[in-house]
């Protein structure tokens, strides 16, 4: 048995995704066992994000900085603009390093039965963007789901009367994919997808 305090801390790692109750009770003995050395620089490297957290003006990213860095570094192609859902999307596309221009945040993907309208989103502020000049290629990178290909075709309409080329991001087979084993959904998705050889 633990103290109260140790089984809170279980319990507050264990709300983080990826984390069960079982992984957090070990990262919490992990900490305690080094906790001369590990717990006091988590206990700083959390304190300056939680007072420096801020959401970006621009682009929506969550980062410490006001434009994010993202937005304030002068080597990304302005030109071209990547628009995702969440913030975890825009992390986890930047993290692959192959798309240099700057992104937009929506903060998540119409859905009629949770009530997700396109005035919840930033859809707006996405067409002020564009409107402003200056982007010449916006790519839509919504999740594969019916509610991300939806926000896709509403926003692909939206833009259709400004002078933008608008993309998608390629859907279908994943590299060493087998056929025996994609879903009807993905196989129909990669069929209509194809390009000449």
Excluded at 164 to 193: F, K
Aim: with cysteine; glycine share 8%; aromatic share 4%.
């Amino acid at each position: 048995m633990a103290s109260q305090e140790i089984e809170a801390l279980a319990s507050a790692l264990a709300r983080l995704p990826g984390l069960g109750p079982r992984s957090a009770r070990r990262a919490v003995l992990w900490l305690i066992k080094r906790r001369e050395s590990a717990l006091p620089q988590l206990l700083v490297a959390l304190e300056h994000v939680r007072a420096g957290l801020v959401e970006c003006s621009v682009c929506g990213n969550v980062d410490t900085s006001n434009p994010c860095g993202i937005c304030a570094d002068p080597r990304r192609d302005a030109r071209a603009l990547c628009v995702v859902e969440d913030v975890a999307d825009l992390w986890a596309l930047d993290r692959a390093r192959l798309f240099t221009g700057r992104y937009h945040v929506l903060g998540g993907r119409l859905s009629a039965l949770e009530g997700v309208r396109p005035e919840d989103l930033t859809i707006g502020r996405l067409l002020e963007r564009v409107q402003a000049g200056g982007i010449d290629e916006v790519v839509l990178a919504m999740n594969a789901t019916l509610e991300g290909q939806t926000t896709a075709h509403y926003i692909a309409e939206r833009l259709e009367d400004l002078p933008v080329r608008v993309t998608q991001l390629a859907h279908g087979l994943p590299v060493g994919g087998e056929l025996d084993y994609m879903d009807e959904g993905t196989l129909a998705q990669a069929l209509r997808a194809r390009r000449p050889v």
